[in-house]
Each structure stands twice: as C-alpha cells, then as structure tokens.
C-alpha cells in the first residue's frame, strides 16, 4: 500500500505543476519545454544506437547468462544468490575437450580355463574378453591403467574360471582425435598388484598426454569428472564432485587410500581418469562400491601416489620396494594381557637370508618402536619402512622376553 501512495504522490505533483506552470505557457515553453524536448530526442537517439550494440546491450539489460541474481526469501529476511548453470557446463566442456585425446580404451583377452568340481570331469579352455580404459602418459605410446584391467588373477576363490595372463591386449585411441582405425597392440611394461596399477606401451608417436594435477590440493567439493570405456562405450564423461579425500578402502585384502567421488562409475571406467575443472587428471578410477540401496559411490587411486611407481614400472618394469623379511601379527591390548607380552608387531618368521634375519630379529620378538616412533601394527612398521630407500638403514626397537633390544636393519629389495 506504501508503494501505491508514493507513486500517487508523485504523479500528483507532476500535475499540480504542470497546472502552475501552464498558466505562463508562453514562457515556459521557450525556456523550459523546448529543451527539455530535446534532451529527451538526444538521450533516446543514443540508447537506441546503445541497444544496436550487443556487447552494450546486455550490460544495460543485464541479460549475461553467467551473471549471479540475487533475490529475497520471503519471510526470512535473508537473501540467496543463484548462479547460472551455464558456468558448470562450460567448465564440464572445458574439462572434456582437455581430457578426451588422452584417454583410451582397453580390450584383453585372456585363455580362461574351466575348473573340474571334486576332481569330476576334464578341465576346457576358451578365451575370454574384458574391456577397461587407460590415460596416455606420454607423447610416445605409454599408457597408464590398472593392473587388475590386464592382470588374469580371479578376485573369487570361488571362480568356475581361472584366466591365464593376457594373451592379447588391444589399444582404441579417441576416434574422433586419431581417426577409425586407431587400434594399436599393446605390450604390457609393467605391473604392480599391490597398487593395482599397470604400464602399457604401444607403437605410436604423437599422442597428447594427460597433464597432472596436484591431488593433495583437492578438497571437498569441488568439480570432478570420470572419464573412460564403462561397457565399452568409449569417450564417455560422467560428472560430480569430490566426496571424500583420504577415505582408506579395502578390496581383496588390499588397503587403498582413495579419492571418493559421486560422478558415476561403472564397469570398464577402471584405469580411467578422475580430473579436475580443468581436465588435469588427479586420480585413475579404480574401484566403487555396488548393491541394493548403493548408489554414487566411487573411488580414485590419487595421481601423486602413482608417480614413483610409474617411474619404477617403465624403468624396471616392476616397483622397487624395501624390504625386511618378517611376517607379522598385530598385537593390542587385550592380546597382550592374554599372552603376557607388549603392544606392538609381533614377528612370527622370519625369512631366510633376509635383512632381519642378517640383522639378528627373531621370531617372537615384539618390534614396539621403528625410527624413533611408536609401533602398534605391521601396517604402522610397513607405512615407516615404506619412506625409506632400499639400502637406507632402520632402527628398531623390539621386546624381547621382556627385556627392550634395539636392533639396526639395512633394507633390502623385495625378491
């Protein structure tokens, strides 16, 4: 009702002086109406010419498609800002057109061989086909994947088949980017199962490799796209954002420390990238999580943790990794009392010619201590071990019926 009375208010008063002046009708239209006239015709002359201009236009309109509006929220008294979602869309573009030339498609066949049930019947042999994606790493044909894409290994004890290595490994680059028949065989360089990756390599020169990004830098949040083969559907992108960062993940005995992400993952995207808004790749798609009432749920091996071992796997076709030579059980709290020793690694063998056994650790000793820092677990002593070199020395503290010992251990390679 306010609105309505001020905007009577000022017509009213337009009128009361428009009456006043009207009775000096002469005077007022030589002094005061022409110009004004005038002014009017000039101002519109130069708005239309103004409006003519696009670039002018949409600033006096404000029509930018990218601009953020604010508005009130009844009853709140606050206010919200909505962005257009055009902005997300040309980061998406961008992110794809940057990604898309360095990713592949990967095809293995493998010789898969029937296992006879309670020693009944004759094993058969047939081949076998899967399919996985990969990130060229290098203009000269090195291709990044994961090693369970290429590796014949079942992840079932319970498997009717057992797959032999890969027989055969094809490689589809972007047909878009390097033509139709752009399918190369592939040799495999390396691999390590233990970080789930792999090295492949082909004949080819002039590919666009994937730049990396800094994966320590993500956080939560922030824009991730998966892209890869999921069911063979090559050069396919799926958005979403980063869930998680650090999240530790088990799969078949193997801890993993992952990326989580919400944009979809699906078969055949493992060995693909995970990358960032601006198509940097920060981490290869690995693993997600399936079933009733799972949805969205991802994870991402982090490109930093892949460098080292990248490295390895291209210069000696395997990682170099140091090495103590001691199977180990963890003992807590509870056990210790039952067993009447320490909170620590408990060495249950040791094994022959190896740095612990060279060093002088025995079976039954309790490792409480490596480098000066308190050990709980094997994967507390493997993590310490794990930053060093091989042939960097370590010292260790152990319990020795009873008694602290420490014990200095030159690591070796892993046989």
Do not use: W
């Not at 428009?18 to 007022?28: L, Q």
């Not at 508005?71 to 869309?89: D, E, K, Q």
């Amino acid at each position: 009702m306010e609105e309505n009375e001020n905007k009577f208010e000022v017509i009213s008063s337009k009128t009361s002086n428009a009456n006043f002046k009207k009775s000096n009708s002469n005077g007022f239209g030589k002094t005061i109406l022409l110009p004004f006239i005038s002014g009017i015709v000039g101002c519109s002359v130069v708005v239309g010419t103004c409006f003519g201009v696009p670039s002018i236009r949409e600033k006096l309109l404000d029509t930018d498609e990218n601009s953020t509006v604010q508005t009130s929220i009844s009853g709140t008294g606050s206010t919200a800002n909505f962005v257009s979602l055009s902005n997300y869309s040309n980061t998406a573009v961008f992110a794809a057109n940057k990604i898309l030339p360095s990713i592949v498609g990967i095809e293995v066949t493998f010789t898969a061989t029937s296992n006879s049930f309670f020693g009944f019947g004759q094993p058969m042999t047939s081949t076998a086909t899967a399919t996985g994606s990969g990130i060229i790493i290098s203009e000269d044909g090195y291709i990044l994947t994961n090693n369970h894409v290429v590796s014949g290994s079942s992840d079932s004890s319970y498997s009717y088949y057992s797959l032999s290595d890969a027989t055969s490994v094809k490689i589809k680059l972007n047909s878009d980017i390097y033509g139709s028949d752009a399918t190369f065989d592939a040799q495999i360089v390396g691999q390590d199962s233990q970080t789930d990756l792999a090295v492949l390599k082909i004949d080819k020169t002039g590919l666009t490799a994937a730049e990396f990004a800094d994966s320590s830098s993500i956080v939560v949040g922030e824009f991730a796209m998966a892209v890869g083969s999921p069911l063979g559907l090559d050069t396919t992108v799926t958005c979403g954002i980063i869930s998680a960062v650090n999240r530790e993940v088990e799969s078949d005995g193997t801890k993993y420390v992952c990326i989580q992400t919400d944009a979809a993952i699906n078969s055949g995207n493992s060995g693909g990238a995970l990358v960032n808004s601006e198509g940097k790749v920060i981490g290869v798609n690995t693993l997600k999580l399936s079933g009733d009432g799972v949805e969205g749920i991802g994870f991402a091996i982090p490109i930093n943790s892949t460098l080292d071992i990248i490295d390895d796997l291209i210069e000696h076709n395997k990682v170099l990794r140091p090495y103590i030579g001691i199977t180990g059980i963890d003992v807590d709290e509870e056990t210790a009392k039952q067993y009447n020793l320490v909170v620590g690694a408990y060495v249950k063998s040791i094994e022959d010619f190896s740095p612990a056994e060279k060093a002088g650790l025995k079976p039954g000793d309790v490792i409480i201590k490596a480098d000066g820092k308190e050990i709980k677990t094997m994967d507390e002593l493997n993590e310490i071990k794990n930053s060093h070199n091989i042939g960097d020395e370590m010292t260790l503290v152990v319990n020795r019926n009873g008694e602290e010992k420490e014990i200095k251990v030159t690591l070796g390679e892993t046989p």
